[in-house]
């Protein structure tokens, strides 16, 4: 069974052949990426409590958060 990850990659992020992480970061200044990235844990933790599936919203600002630190560490 083909399970699709909606976390680590999800399928509509991809259209147009660039993960939106990547153009993001591309696009962005360094400030503005990290800001991006701070706002998305944010969101998906307030925002977490309201929707059909907490763990993913929770799996999902983990996932900022992570990218999040890398960021900052390189």
């Known amino acids: 069974m083909d399970k699709t990850d909606m976390v680590n990659n999800p399928p509509h992020y991809t259209q147009g052949g660039i993960e939106t992480i990547d153009f993001m970061k591309a696009k ?12 998305n844990c944010i969101k998906y933790l307030s925002r977490a409590a309201h ?3 907490p763990i ?6 983990q996932w900022y958060l992570n990218k ?3 960021t900052l560490e390189e």
């Open 28 to 39: 962005l200044t360094p400030e503005a990426f990290v800001g991006f990235l701070q706002g």
């Open 51 to 53: 929707k059909g599936s």
């Open 56 to 61: 993913e919203d929770f799996k999902k600002a």
């Open 68 to 70: 999040l630190v890398q």
